[in-house]
């Protein structure tokens, strides 16, 4: 059987539910504080992605080079055996 709500439960529940409610100060102080963190975040988002940018800046003429030198070096153990072949050093 379902527990009956007397009248005065009822306006206890609904005294707790006002009590528990924010007030316009407090929805205000949480608005001002979720904008500055949201700041905070879009500061650090801005880091990185400067951050991001100088890497790809760097990293772009690296990357050009280290295949350069992969194909000098290519080159070079291609001349290499060819040598060690004539002379007959070759292994």
Not at 28 to 44: I, P, Q, S, T
Request: positive net charge; glycine residues 4%; hydrophobic residues 35%.
């Amino acid at each position: 059987m379902p527990k009956k709500i007397t009248i005065e439960t009822l306006a206890e529940m609904i005294r707790r539910g006002f009590h528990e409610t924010a007030t316009k100060s407090e929805l205000e102080e949480l608005r001002k504080h979720g904008d500055e963190n949201f700041r905070l975040l879009a500061d650090d988002i801005r880091l990185v992605k400067e951050d991001v940018h100088d890497m790809k800046i760097t990293l772009g003429p690296l990357v050009r080079t280290v295949v350069q030198m992969e194909h000098e070096l290519q080159n070079f153990h291609l001349r290499l055996s060819r040598l060690e072949r004539k002379t007959g050093i070759a292994k």
